[in-house]
């Protein structure tokens, strides 16, 4: 065999040796030892523990209620609907803001689209009565942000 043979045969069986090879595969994350397969499923956590949430701004809206009776009754009614919707699993997250630039509030709802979050809003006496208006972003967080109602009921030494 001449050497241009020889040299073409054995650059032809490296070529296939090197392309033939399976690239290396990355090594697999370890397992998290903590991992609670029921309490993910229970909490609607994908892989990374994470969910998908609606975000809802409240603020200042076109219509302040004047003090009174009225306006007991309809901040009342505010927080009935907030409990409720937290005892059904939907409202993940409720609490007041600083009120600077109008935001007044917001709530974090455990539901996949803002038309779903917007039907959920309108149920609110704040929002039906004007005093407030919703701002809606979607948002990507931790699933365990489905357990703040439950610990809150474990640490909060009054009643909502």
């Known amino acids: 065999m001449s050497r241009s043979l020889l040299a073409i045969a054995i650059f032809a069986v490296c070529t296939v040796a ?12 370890p397992a998290n030892p903590k991992y609670d397969a029921e309490l993910a499923k229970k909490l609607g956590a994908d892989e990374r523990g994470m969910r998908p949430y609606v975000l809802v701004i409240l603020k200042t809206g076109p ?13 009342a009614g ?21 009120g600077v630039d109008g935001w007044r509030g917001l709530f974090v709802f455990a539901v996949e689209t803002i038309e779903e979050a917007k039907k959920l809003t309108e149920t609110d006496p704040v929002i039906i009565n004007g005093e407030m208006i919703a701002e809606y972003h979607k948002y990507y967080g931790s699933a365990g942000l489905m357990m703040v ?8 030494k009054q009643n909502p």
């Open 18 to 29: 090197a392309f033939g090879q399976q690239p290396e595969a990355k090594p697999t994350p």
């Open 63 to 75: 219509k302040r209620m004047p003090e009174g009776e009225e306006r007991k009754a309809m901040f």
């Open 78 to 98: 505010h927080f009935a609907n907030m409990t409720r919707l937290a005892a059904e699993g939907k409202l993940a997250l409720a609490g007041p803001l600083d």
């Open 149 to 156: 109602n439950e610990i809150h009921e474990k640490i909060s």
